[in-house]
């Protein structure tokens, strides 16, 4: 329905590795995409109401040669969303232009930004988000990672943290936040390059390439579940009541 000719399209927008050493990014774009295309009863509702457009390798000149944070040309893309160049930043040049393009369609709304990052230092998957001086805008980004801890094993919502930190002004989240409309959530996810630890237990389960792809049955119906749940609970779309 959402590809019909003069629909509107609600739109979730991914990126990844813009950081090229940040490995388990790609696995997680690789995961939601295999999903995303599959049969499973959730994948199908969420293709028939949202539009997903995946970005999942912001850094392919970095990612080539090995670099750990920087493109071929020594630039941290993550901090260049202010005023990228198509030049010396084209990959992060495009996107912007696409997402400022998708911004003044009337037909188009940009539900979700979600930028993809591998933490080295923190267990669990956990999401930065912005900070409003609008209490209601600040409740509803807050809805997601409830969502995704009530639902998710490996997702911690106390890891989670909303700042605005003049250090990470030239982020894609900083950037779109302060772009996008009221009803749109921005946010860098952070999974972990290592462990997770599941609620009411103290061992650490070790990260795998498998468990970062989200092959797992159970981790897969979470991530929809609460993707799901999130469109009821905004009233994104109207999702059937029972799935």
Same mark, same amino acid.
């Given at each position: ?6 629909? =509107? ?30 049969? /499973? ?6 293709? *028939? ?18 670099? +750990? ?5 020594? !630039? ?6 202010? $005023? @990228?160049?198509?030049?010396? /930043? ?12 998708? +911004?003044?369609? @009337?037909?188009?709304?940009? *539900? !979700? ?19 409003? =001086? $609008?209490?209601?805008?600040? &409740? ?8 995704? %801890? ?30 996008? $409309? ?11 390059? +290592?462990? +997770? ?11 795998? =390439? ?8 159970? &981790? ?10 999130? %469109? ?12």
């Amino acid at each position: 329905d959402n590809l019909r000719e003069g629909a =509107e399209q609600k739109v979730v927008f991914i990126t990844g590795r813009v950081h090229p050493g940040e490995t388990p990014s790609s696995f997680v774009c690789q995961g939601i995409i295999g999903f995303l295309i599959s049969q /499973h009863p959730m994948a199908r509702v969420l293709r *028939e109401h949202l539009v997903f457009k995946i970005a999942p390798m912001l850094n392919p000149d970095g990612v080539y040669p090995g670099n +750990y944070r920087c493109s071929l040309m020594g !630039f941290d893309l993550k901090r260049h969303w202010l $005023d @990228p160049s198509p030049w010396a /930043h084209p990959t992060l040049y495009g996107v912007k232009q696409l997402i400022i393009q998708m +911004y003044n369609d @009337p037909k188009t709304s940009l *539900e !979700f930004y979600i930028d993809i990052h591998a933490h080295s230092t923190m267990m669990n998957g956990f999401l930065y988000g912005n900070v409003f =001086e $609008d209490e209601e805008r600040f &409740q509803r980004q807050a809805i997601f990672p409830k969502l995704l %801890c009530q639902n998710a094993e490996d997702f911690s919502y106390s890891s989670t943290s909303f700042n605005r930190d003049a250090v990470k002004a030239g982020t894609g989240r900083r950037f779109l936040g302060g772009l996008l $409309d009221h009803t749109s959530s921005c946010y860098t996810l952070e999974v972990s390059f +290592y462990s +997770y630890i599941s609620g009411g237990s103290t061992a650490a389960v070790p990260s795998t =390439e498998e468990a970062c792809i989200l092959e797992s049955p159970g &981790q897969l119906c979470s991530t929809s579940r609460s993707s799901l749940a999130f %469109c009821k609970l905004t009233k994104v779309t109207s999702i059937p009541a029972q799935m």
